[in-house]
């Protein structure tokens, strides 16, 4: 196929080229080879099972070691919250309160997940301002229909009039609701790192997000930093950065041809996790924490996750001190054959590596 001139320039301009694109394609209408597996990840096999004591000496060497290393949370925070509200879009752009009533909208398109949105919204992190924001805006709002009141109340949820938040990133939606507070998945993430990802009193914590949610977060961040450092007596530092624009991928029809939005312009989707190697590869740190914006749990939890994740540090601080050491030793001039054999068995029973040459 061929673009023509504005898309050539659209293309351009994300930093692609058409024969880029065009790979793209190639490889949507050829389909993905699936990945040949070697073997099952098991214990003992890529997997390692740690007792109590091997935990704790992994715990107690990531706390010895930390003060001398450059820690960094990182956390991929561009994800938009649009997927999170399907059920709720598909209510607003089809539902008719004149036509029908709402339970039979509900039963005749099996939106079941709508009832139960409906029937559990107290519970959400998100009500307190979202009935604020309703009873400023409708003041005969008890007076409507179930029907009518329902359609105000997902409306002024994700519309721009309202909260806004069907185009708001996942991390800045409530998402855990507390006594006095509701917190966001940006604000779990920061309180969390804390624990595990802190040294000499302070935190670093990089994002990655979309630019046009850079004034979002900055707002977020000024209004949330002041606890989490209260909470946590400890210093946060905040940076982020962005997907670059050329590991995006053109949007396909059904039949594989470029989707075009209303004004004819070609669409492009950003890539997925893997596409923020190269913004992971720009921190300089000794030792990083990843962590997806929405995996997050509720504060009272954090302490178990973090002891799990000294574990892993620990780990991997233990691992990379024999692996330096064994370098060291192993170029200096004729190393012994004890330790060969020694370094030979640390890559297979630590390092999984089976294939270690016998040249080695």
Known sequence: MEFNQEDVLQIEALGLSTQQVLGQLEMFRRGFPPTILATSAIIGNGIENLSESERKQCIDYFDSQKSKKDLVKFTPASGAATRMFKKLYQFINHYDSEQESLKEFIERNRLFGLEEFLNGISHFAFINPLRKEIRARYTDYKFKSKGERCMILVNTLLSNEGLNYGNLPKGLIPFHKYTKYATTAFEEQLYEGTFYAA??????????????HVDHFKNEFDSIKNRVEKKTRKEVHVSYSFQESNTNTIAVTINNEPYRDAQGR??????????????????????????????VIAEEYVDTIAQYKKVLAGKLILLQDKMFYFLDQLREDNPSEALISEARSFMWNELYLKDVSDSF
């Open 266 to 295: 070609l669409v492009f989707r950003p890539a997925g996790h893997g596409a923020l190697l190269e913004n992971l590869n720009d921190v300089n740190s000794d030792l990083i924490f990843i962590k997806n914006i929405d995996n």
């Open 199 to 212: 040294s000499s009193d302070s935190i670093f914590a990089h994002f990655t997000f979309s630019p046009e």
